[in-house]
């Protein structure tokens, strides 16, 4: 059973932030046999142990850019993204015959590549990014898919200077919105597994760390994000033997989604 068709069967989506790789949003009214059949789908496979939780990412089959709920995430949906058929390259290299790639602003560069991103067309999009970037190099929606991207084709370094680039900019924002909230935990998240695919794990559970010292959201998203962080970032402590702290925020995880037990118990 593909991904999509697992998504959506399961009545609440699970999103794109629980990447180890997990880009996974869990709504935490969602069941378990619904999260491990997730699993099951070789997205991320979670391996667990009477000793840790150990978690292995697979990049070749992880929720991506395809899945509306990731583009939702990142405000290129709805009016970006209208319900049509699937776009192919074909059709975005006639949209751009129309209009010099020049003369276009870096959010619409950003809604051509996650265009193609979408349809699977990576090495057409990567383009547009970097021309978008090249035109706004602190546009973190544009940073943020860039990362993910190159997470995408294993270019774990290149995919953290961009998503670090965007944790910068974020942290730097006065008053932060609760988008840009939402989108440090997704980056935060992202670049973690980043360093940690890297063997940077203390460099990797420091970006989740982050995500620790953030208010949790009041946005019922956010808030699953924010918990997904939370688990994700007891895994890689897990994996460090540091199981106490692992089972703090594991405890936290529970109180919020107590269809996770079964992690906090295996932790123990």
């Given at each position: ?111 051509l590549s996650v ?128 199981n106490a702290e ?23």
């Amino acid at each position: 059973m593909s991904v999509i068709a697992v998504l959506q069967e399961i009545s609440e989506f699970y999103d794109a932030a629980f990447v180890f790789h997990w880009l996974l949003h869990s709504t935490g009214k969602s069941s378990l046999l619904g999260y491990q059949q997730f699993i099951n789908c070789n997205t991320v496979r979670l391996y667990l142990s009477k000793e840790r939780i150990t978690v292995v990412a697979s990049f070749e089959k992880q929720v991506s850019l395809k899945l509306p709920v990731v583009r939702a995430k990142l405000g290129l949906l709805d009016k970006d993204f209208p319900k049509a058929p699937a776009l192919s390259a074909e059709m975005v290299t006639h949209e751009l015959r129309k209009v010099s790639p020049e003369n276009l602003s870096p959010h619409e560069l950003l809604v051509l590549s996650v265009k193609l991103l979408s349809s699977g067309h990576r090495a057409r999009a990567i383009p547009l990014l970097q021309m978008a970037l090249e035109k706004d190099p602190g546009h973190v929606k544009g940073l943020i898919v860039m990362g993910q991207a190159r997470l995408q084709e294993g270019l774990h370094a290149e995919a953290t200077d961009h998503l670090e680039r965007a944790i910068s900019n974020l942290i730097l924002t006065g008053h932060p919105t609760a988008e840009d909230v939402d989108h440090l935990i997704l980056a935060s998240q992202w670049a973690g597994v980043a360093c940690i695919r890297q063997g940077k794990n203390a460099e990797g559970i420091m970006h989740l760390e982050r995500i620790t010292s953030l208010e949790e959201p009041e946005d019922p998203k956010s808030k699953a994000h924010y918990f997904d962080g939370l688990l994700l970032l007891a895994s890689a402590l897990s994996k460090e033997d540091r199981n106490a702290e692992a089972a703090k925020y594991l405890r936290l995880v529970v109180a919020y989604d107590p269809s996770r037990k079964e992690f906090l118990d295996q932790c123990l």
